[in-house]
């Protein structure tokens, strides 16, 4: 894989980073918003996840600039401040996370031909049948190589970027000034409290930014490591005036009451009201092409984060075995089976694509945080950081106290009782924790350091507690 040919220049980093962002939720923007916020609430709600998703970028391009020798991935900064133990969880859910983002893609992919095939909107065993048909499609596509998949993604990521352009032109040219000042704040529909309601929108927002660590995902395949933080700068802020412009225009075309009832994918019957038949099948279109786009760019980084975890000793030697393509075809394979068993969960959970969108969400938040507490962390070690400039590292422990909150807060606005339920998935990786230490130890090392074996105990104890509620019907997928 040192072949300079088959690494990837910034404009595929950025394809990576922008494709990952920008999948099918944004084709339901308009409703997810709506569903709990008014036009005031979702403006804020856009101003507080914009900064704060600045600042967990900067995280990342501060870390890639200070530490490009942590090519691993974003869990390789958790293993070397924190530990062997919490770099594993932190790379078992980002891996768990990533294969979750692909089934949210697979029920937005189902729903998209649902309209031409009514029995797919059922989510029965067909729904599974479609989903499993794509997971394994785009298992043989990556197979055939990265270069190859990334290159096909970036084609993709032209013309969704079209497409979303065009959509954005309609809104700009249908929407109503004055139908912006509709209940601006929420109150005369009763959606509660400004604060209320930004907080209803937080996990819907981080669902349209997770994927804005890709190019550090991928960062081992780089032509150049400096490519890699302007990478992702480019492409979240691409995604970020999408994203917001999309939401905040459809409410100067619908109403709140109106917008939050909308079926998937919201936006076609945004455009279906404003201008005809014609731009609903144009957003269809777009949202199959979006989301097979964001597809490929997600089972590139299902395969990869295993196989970089393998190589820094965090998960087993056998997730290092690649095929002729140079593609680690052991990761992907198991990345694939995992999708396959989330297909079955999720279609068994009362809002389909909900469910999905939040454990991909709470999942991934503990990556984050853990970036942030690393470069605050080594800022305050000598020798940690390639630099030694006090104002430079004053810089990098404001960046990542600031991200470190941000992601504290959505943790918290994501619900804990759903980050409770997540440690069934954490409890069940301990196993290949053992089988990764046994296999990367010193002779004589423990496998557990005494503050790991009671994180373990905590995390077995959490996933015991949840499924009990579970159960008890006390909590929900």
């Not at 600045?54 to 070397?80: H, S, T």
Request: with cysteine.
């Amino acid at each position: 894989m040192a072949d300079t040919s088959k690494k990837l220049g910034l404009g595929g980093l950025v394809a990576i980073v922008f494709g990952s962002m920008i999948g099918g939720g944004i084709f339901n923007i308009s409703q997810n918003m709506a569903q709990g916020a008014g036009l005031g609430a979702t403006i804020i709600s856009w101003i507080i996840s914009g900064v704060g998703v600045l600042f967990l970028v900067l995280n990342f391009k501060m870390l890639a600039d200070a530490r490009p020798d942590l090519n691993a991935g974003i869990y390789q900064y958790a293993k070397e401040g924190f530990g062997n133990y919490v770099g594993f969880n932190i790379a078992w859910g980002y891996w768990l996370c990533a294969a979750m983002g692909n089934v949210a893609f697979a029920v937005m992919l189902n729903d998209s031909f649902g309209e031409f095939f009514p029995v797919l909107l059922h989510h029965g065993w067909q729904t599974v049948l479609f989903g499993s048909f794509f997971i394994w499609a785009m298992y043989f596509l990556v197979a055939r190589g990265v270069k190859a998949a990334a290159a096909l993604n970036t084609l993709v990521t032209i013309v969704k970027f079209a497409a979303l352009i065009l959509i954005v032109i309609i809104l700009f040219i249908s929407f109503k000034v004055g139908a912006l000042s509709y209940d601006f704040w929420g109150h005369a529909t009763d959606l509660g409290s400004i604060g209320a309601q930004v907080k209803s929108t937080m996990l819907v927002t981080l669902w349209c930014f997770i994927g804005v660590e890709g190019a550090v995902v991928m960062s081992a395949h780089a032509r150049n490591s400096k490519d890699v933080g302007k990478a992702g700068v480019i492409g979240f802020l691409l995604a970020l005036v999408l994203y917001a412009l999309i939401s905040i225009l459809s409410y100067g075309i619908m109403h709140q009451p109106d917008l939050a009832k909308l079926d998937d994918p919201s936006v076609a019957y945004v455009l279906k009201h404003a201008v005809g038949n014609w731009a609903y099948t144009f957003v269809v279109l777009s949202v199959i092409v979006s989301v097979i786009g964001g597809w490929i760019a997600w089972t590139l980084m299902c395969a990869q984060v295993p196989y970089t975890a393998a190589q820094v000793k965090i998960l087993p030697k056998s997730f290092l075995r690649e095929n002729k393509a140079s593609t680690p075809i052991y990761a992907l394979l198991i990345s694939s089976i995992i999708m396959q068993v989330f297909m079955i969960m999720v279609v068994m959970a009362k809002s389909v694509y909900d469910a999905a969108i939040d454990i991909t969400g709470v999942m991934i938040l503990p990556a984050y945080l853990f970036c942030g507490l690393y470069l605050v962390r080594a800022s305050f070690m000598k020798g940690e950081l390639k630099t030694t400039d006090p104002k430079t590292i004053n810089k990098y422990r404001v960046i990542g106290i600031v991200s470190s909150l941000f992601c504290f807060w959505l943790l918290y606005a994501g619900g804990l009782l759903l980050l409770l339920v997540t440690s069934i998935f954490y409890l069940v990786g301990i196993y290949f924790y053992v089988v990764a230490r046994k296999q990367n130890r010193t002779e004589g090392e423990p496998i557990f350091s005494n503050a790991e074996r009671w994180l373990a105990w905590i995390i077995a104890a959490c996933a015991v507690i949840a499924v009990i509620l579970l159960a008890m019907g006390k909590a929900e997928l």
